[in-house]
């Protein structure tokens, strides 16, 4: 596992992620406007990821255009979670906060609300300890239904795709991935409420995914908070615990 962590106020990177503000920004640019088709219709999905509701704001099958090797969106915010255990609204609020309107950690509370599903709402106490599944977080549903509310229309949420994850960012729209805050393997709950199945995984965490190249992704983690660069492998392993769950925030 290869993670380089740098200070949160004044980040000097010894490898700058790409070679300025979007590599191929001009090509990438030309190649914009393409629709983008939405087909994730999760009644059709696996076993395993159809444990996640069906009310989904889901992102395009593929990517509309071909996707830059690197690419930095340059502006994302630091952003520290206000609670113990707020990193996806910290992550959220630091992805809105790029555009100039944050959506702040306790508007997303106040709107998401709590249920013992994280598709649906908060599980748990949000100033509990990290770590477990009872005193949780939420998952990428329901924060995107509430931002379409709020200005963020654009932003929808998918599952698992490597390209789909940096055509996102390489579109200009930052990228709320949940992995394990170990960056390790964890293991896989499932529980059932209120007639749904769903999945809980320890170490549950949230950071916003800004720039990538073909040796890692940087991301904004809002534990500390910090940008640090991860390396492919390990991103990759993180994210699939969640199989891949990602919240594009997009106008």
């Known amino acids: 596992m290869s993670v ?7 980040w000097q990177s010894p490898r700058q992620p790409g070679t300025g503000e979007g590599s191929g920004v001009d090509r990438w640019q030309r190649l914009r406007g393409v629709i983008l088709a939405c087909a994730l219709i999760l009644a059709s999905l696996s076993p395993v990821t159809a444990q996640r509701p069906a009310a989904c704001a889901c992102g395009p099958a593929e990517p509309a255009a071909p ?6 969106i340059k502006g994302v915010p630091l952003v520290g979670q206000w609670w ?8 959220t609020a630091a992805a809105t906060g790029y555009y100039g309107a944050p959506v702040s950690q306790q508007t997303l509370l106040n709107e998401i609300g709590y249920d013992p599903n994280p598709h649906r709402g908060f599980r748990g ?9 009872q005193d949780y977080g939420v998952y990428a549903e329901p924060i995107a239904e509430t931002l379409r509310g709020y200005g963020f229309a654009g932003s929808y949420v998918f599952y698992g795709d490597e ?23 964890s293991v896989r709950y499932v529980q059932t409420y209120d007639g749904e199945r769903y999945s809980l995984i320890p170490y549950e965490h ?3 995914v800004y720039a990538y190249d073909e040796e890692g992704v940087w991301v904004m983690d ?7 660069e991860v390396d492919w492998e390990t991103f990759r392993f993180a994210w699939s615990q969640f199989d891949g769950m990602a919240l594009v925030v997009a106008r």
């Open 222 to 228: 809002p534990t500390y908070p910090a940008k640090y």
């Open 125 to 133: 106490r949000i100033t509990g300890p990290w770590g477990g599944t």
């Open 206 to 208: 949230a950071v916003t």
């Open 67 to 72: 996707i830059p090797p690197n690419y930095v």
């Open 163 to 185: 390209d789909l994850l940096r055509g996102a960012v390489a579109d200009g729209h930052p990228v709320v991935a949940w992995v394990t805050g170990t960056w390790r393997a």
């Open 4 to 10: 380089m962590l740098y200070s949160s106020l004044a």
């Open 84 to 91: 113990n255990l707020s990193c996806e609204f910290a992550a």
